[in-house]
């Protein structure tokens, strides 16, 4: 169905393009760069940025088998490493060359079963290793066991071993990310030794590239937001480009005598007279109702226009009583990252949240020079 949302998302691809290289800068010439494309893109577009960059990166990350599903419809050959994958989902995954992160005895042996009845040999995967962030993983007591059901099939190969780092932005817990950098050098050599093969490794997200790439770049980082100009500290985002504008326009202006209310519930009561504009996107767009009665603000003229009162399921209202402006003029929903951040700030959330938000049926519009 063709999109004619009158609001769009802009993505820079030539944005994309610099901060790929940016954090390339921060590696060794033979250091792999994963990048991570899960919820479309961060809230951009997935297929389009993968098919950018596909040339230029060594494997994808998704989630979920359908987003790698969609990586390769859309023609994408580059490895694909699931990190969620589900049994019921097997052999989906193997049908579409999809390699699992592997991060139970539970999941590994569910998945010899279907290869095996499958006939496949040497299916690529991945075994993860918790080393800290207590959300998925084998721990090194594992090793020996699963080592021992690897080395009994022939169905499946592993291929890299991987962690995840719980604060690699935050350099107070930097004592805990070098026990489990530490940790998980040891659990790899370990886990290596019993292997008939020598898998790479990867234990960096976009913050350990910054702060721990002399430490732990291993054989392969993984980049996520970084790829659209966030570097999770202010110091480190000013040194990369803005990817996304979220732009609107003005639909319609009121002129809002002392004492009348705007907006459901009647959240905002004017104590003079003002005037507002509405904004074509609300809280179904992504726009959180958090950000409404004044929270929120986007610019309109190089000027900043509060939300004023709730944030609707399909507008917003904003406050332009001192901004000369029309109806069909241009709005900057986010404007860029430091809008984006700010935004994040005011209602104690992070960019991830407000970018992953961004509804689909927000039309995208790829821009490169």
Do not use: W
């Amino acid at each position: 169905m063709e999109n004619n949302h009158v609001s769009v998302l802009e993505i820079d691809l030539n944005a994309v393009d610099f901060n790929l290289q940016f954090f390339k800068s921060k590696l060794n010439t033979t250091t792999n760069m994963l990048v991570v494309v899960k919820a479309f893109g961060y809230g951009a577009t997935a297929v389009e940025i993968a098919n950018h960059i596909k040339n230029k990166v060594a494997y994808f990350a998704v989630a979920y088998l359908d987003e790698g599903i969609a990586l390769r419809n859309a023609g994408i050959k580059t490895p694909i490493l699931v990190l969620h994958p589900q049994k019921a989902n097997i052999e989906k995954l193997i049908r579409y060359n999809l390699e699992p992160n592997i991060y139970s005895i539970n999941l590994l042996t569910a998945y010899i079963e279907k290869a095996t009845a499958l006939n496949i040999k040497n299916h690529p995967i991945h075994i993860k290793f918790n080393t800290g962030l207590n959300r998925l993983g084998f721990v090194e007591k594992d090793i020996s066991e699963i080592a021992k059901i690897i080395n009994t099939q022939t169905a499946l190969k592993v291929v890299s071993i991987f962690s995840h780092i719980a604060a690699s932005e935050d350099l107070n817990e930097r004592a805990f990310t070098l026990q489990q950098i530490n940790s998980f050098k040891t659990i790899a050599s370990k886990f290596t030794e019993k292997l008939p093969n020598k898998p790479f490794k990867h234990m960096l997200n976009t913050s350990g590239i910054i702060n721990y790439a002399e430490e732990a770049q291993f054989d392969m980082v993984r980049l996520g937001i970084g790829l659209l100009g966030f570097g999770n500290e202010v110091k480190h985002t000013k040194n990369l480009k803005n990817v996304l504008t979220l732009k609107s326009v003005i639909s319609q202006i009121h002129s809002i005598e002392k004492g009348e209310t705007v907006g459901y519930n009647r959240a905002f009561k004017a104590n003079s007279t003002i005037k507002t504009a509405t904004i074509p996107i609300g809280h179904a767009d992504g726009i959180s109702r958090q950000l409404g009665n004044g929270k929120g603000f986007v610019y309109i003229n190089n000027k900043k226009a509060p939300i004023v009162g709730n944030v609707c399921m399909d507008m917003i209202m904003v406050n332009v009583t001192e901004i000369d402006c029309f109806e069909g003029d241009e709005v900057l929903v986010y404007k860029n990252q430091t809008h984006i951040e700010a935004l994040a700030a005011a209602i104690n959330t992070i960019p991830y949240e407000i970018l992953t938000a961004i509804s689909q049926r927000i039309r995208r519009l790829l821009k490169k020079c």
